[in-house]
């Protein structure tokens, strides 16, 4: 196959008619395996509750909505505990934000590529499912920062010692390159101003510590664009616990900001800070839902489920209902995107405890490009690079994955290599990500991918390409998103047996989303 046959767009294929009546039959097909199967889940827990009437009695049923991560890892802990669990998935295959593509015969990520190995929470995790081996470290190369207004883009190697963007050294020359010597003079101040004493307890966001602390030079030249990068969204909307666990106590301790990135980061080299997995993250899901599958757990896909009823006098107080059918539980795991949680649980809640369910728009997107250009081998902006909101690029960050992980290095050989690149922010809009016009975005990405690698890429050059969306993101913790859990949480608990997990609950981050689905079915495990 040449190159131009596979860059060849869907449009250019012949037999275009032939092909979606088959994308047609096919759907049709998959909706109707997928109800044949939950006939035989249902049928099948209604045997065995006969069986256990007689035999074990105590044995329960639980029910998980929703395949993602946090999803997958419920019906684990569910099933372990000793529960005949059932998980049911609205789209076709399990994952959610973990997702992999087929993209120029690479098996790439298309979400979520690594974890944040702090805390030992994913570590710990991977070792439980005998993936700890798995376990690699980036190539240690660092990220770049891409600034700029007008068509004038700046580039330069991000500060080797920081944390969410914040600088441990605020004199040395990467931070004065960045933010300039006036910004650099205001952000040494942290060193030597007193820390308030109300901050040890009150409310803050990522936002007010930095510019109180380091001034509006850092805020916006450095820790925006990380946070936007990487979470997609304003520091201001994100409470600094929730941003940088043990942050806060640390600068009670020493006194400054700049000390306390330095106490919390040590010496840790780029990169080191993060880990991801031998043949991608995507390596998470397939083993988790084979050890589901070999533990008897069913996994039901293209299953949406459109209502939940409750009754707690019942033997099995949840019936749930997906494509016709009724299966009942005696627990359920909500483990679906905000919008679709708020949608079942609201009418099960009193009218004073209905939660709103307004959404600003969030649509994000990946685009994934494999590229055949040796002039990338030298990695001219690392492992990627995160883009300040008034630089001359429409993406917000840029992945060198091929430069980042070294399996995916010796996978792509020499002179071909993926690049990653993210669209769009939490609570703004972005044209070319709500248009969905795959074209468009694809060309777009080429032209940022350009610009930001400092290397020019053609439609010519793309040997293979995909895009990824995701549309109910949610900031990583804010002012809202504190209210809306307390909530959920004070409406919850008068449902004996219903959990509600998820990253809009926990936060953004594999290891958040691994720690809040665990805690929380097993606080209430029975």
């Known amino acids: 196959m040449t190159r131009n046959q596979r860059n060849s767009p869907a449009s250019e294929k012949p037999s275009e008619r032939s092909a979606t009546k088959a994308r047609r039959d096919l759907a049709s097909d998959t909706a109707a395996h997928a109800l044949r199967l939950l006939e035989k889940v249902r049928s099948a827990a209604e045997s065995r509750t006969a069986k256990d009437r007689v035999t074990d009695p105590q044995t329960p049923h639980a029910i998980v909505v929703g395949g993602g991560i946090a999803g997958l890892v419920a019906a684990r802990e569910l099933r372990q505990t000793g529960y005949r669990v059932t998980v049911l998935e609205a789209a076709s295959s399990f994952g959610g934000c973990v997702r992999r593509v087929d993209v120029a015969g690479l098996e790439i990520d298309a979400g979520a590529e690594s974890f944040a190995v702090r805390g030992g929470t994913v570590v710990s995790y991977l070792d439980e499912l005998d993936l700890g081996e798995k376990i690699t470290p980036t190539t240690g190369v660092g990220a770049w920062l891409i600034q700029g207004e007008g068509e004038n883009l700046v580039a330069n190697p991000l500060p080797a010692t920081s944390l969410m963007g914040i600088p441990a050294q605020v004199r040395n020359d990467d931070v004065r390159r960045i933010i300039g010597r006036a910004a650099t003079v205001r952000a040494a101040a942290d060193l030597v101003t007193p820390m308030p004493k109300k901050w040890a307890t009150e409310k803050l966001s990522l936002a007010e510590v930095v510019r109180n602390r380091m001034g509006q030079g850092v805020l916006d030249a450095l820790v925006a664009p990380v946070v936007n990068g990487v979470y997609s969204t304003d520091p ?87 494509l016709g059918q009724e299966l009942t539980a005696d627990r359920v795991v909500i483990a679906t995107e905000a919008q679709a949680a708020l949608n079942l649980l609201n009418p099960m809640f009193e009218d004073s405890k209905r939660i709103s369910s307004e959404a600003v728009s969030n649509s994000v997107a990946l685009v994934v490009l494999v590229v055949d250009k040796p002039e990338l081998d030298e990695a001219p902006r690392g492992s990627g690079a995160l883009v300040a909101q008034n630089a001359p690029v429409v993406a917000k960050a840029l992945t060198h994955a091929s430069a980042k992980w070294p399996w995916l290095a010796e996978q792509s050989g020499p002179g071909t290599h993926v690049v990653r690149l993210s669209f769009g922010r939490i609570g703004q809009h972005e044209p070319i990500v709500e248009s969905g016009d795959t074209q468009a975005l694809l060309e777009q990405a080429i032209k940022d991918a350009s610009k930001i690698l400092g290397v020019q890429l053609n439609q010519d050059d793309v040997v293979g390409s995909a895009i990824s969306r995701f549309n109910d993101m949610v900031p990583l913790q804010g002012e809202e998103a504190s209210a809306r859990r307390a909530q959920l949480q004070d409406a919850v608990q008068d449902f004996d047996g219903l959990d509600v997990v998820g990253a809009w609950l926990a936060g953004t981050g594999l290891a958040r989303v691994i720690g809040h689905t665990r805690r929380s079915v097993a606080i209430s495990a029975r």
């Open 236 to 322: 201001a909307r994100i409470d600094i616990d929730a941003a940088a666990p043990g942050l806060r106590a640390a600068m009670q301790e020493t006194g400054s900001l700049a000390k306390a990135v330095a106490k919390l980061q040590g010496d840790a080299p780029a990169g080191s800070r993060v880990a991801g997995l031998d043949g991608g993250m995507y390596t998470l899901v397939t083993t988790l839902t084979e050890q589901l599958t070999a533990a008897s757990v069913a996994l039901v896909a293209n299953s949406p489920v459109t209502k939940i009823d409750h009754d707690p006098q019942a033997q099995h107080p949840y019936t749930v209902h997906s």
